[in-house]
């Protein structure tokens, strides 16, 4: 079976999953990185005005104005070092095991299922875990 998500729908799911699962990707001895200029520039987007805006909220600023996320492989000698754009996101989170895109869709979604597709968009399938 084949799931289609929207972009909207995708971009949902992604900011789900990192708010909800970014912190494995410490226990797999994999780092987020991001370049801090567009990181500052995105964050001051969505802050202009005296609003706040989370870390996540801030990441995808940064990947919908053309910026990346990348993934440092700490223990593997870069074995899975990544990098994804906005594009990533809209092609691969439709991707993830279908168990995880139901959890996500319904609501019932947790840090595994954060997990499962965070590593599909940067990994294309679960490897970790």
């Given at each position: 079976?084949?799931?289609?998500?929207?972009?909207?729908?995708?971009?949902?799911?992604f900011?789900?999953?990192?708010?909800n699962?970014?912190?494995?990707?410490?226990?797999?001895?994999?780092?987020?990185d991001?370049?801090?200029?567009?990181?500052?520039?995105?964050?001051?987007?969505?802050?202009?005005?005296?609003?706040?805006a989370?870390?996540?909220?801030?990441?995808?600023?940064?990947?919908?104005?053309?910026g990346?996320?990348?993934?440092?492989?700490?223990?593997?000698d870069?074995?899975?070092?990544?990098?994804?754009?906005?594009?990533?996101?809209?092609?691969?989170?439709?991707n993830?095991?279908?168990?995880?895109?139901?959890?996500m869709?319904?609501?019932q979604?947790?840090?595994?299922?954060?997990?499962?597709i965070?590593?599909?968009?940067?990994?294309d399938?679960?490897?970790?875990?």
């Amino acid at each position: 079976m084949k799931i289609t998500l929207t972009p909207e729908e995708s971009e949902r799911f992604f900011h789900n999953a990192l708010c909800n699962g970014l912190s494995y990707f410490r226990g797999y001895g994999l780092v987020l990185d991001y370049d801090k200029e567009p990181y500052q520039k995105a964050k001051q987007d969505l802050t202009k005005d005296n609003k706040s805006a989370c870390f996540e909220d801030v990441l995808m600023r940064m990947l919908a104005n053309g910026g990346e996320l990348r993934v440092i492989d700490e223990e593997c000698d870069g074995d899975y070092n990544r990098a994804i754009k906005i594009a990533d996101v809209y092609e691969k989170v439709q991707n993830s095991p279908i168990d995880a895109l139901m959890d996500m869709a319904n609501e019932q979604d947790d840090a595994c299922t954060a997990d499962c597709i965070l590593q599909t968009v940067f990994f294309d399938e679960v490897i970790f875990g």
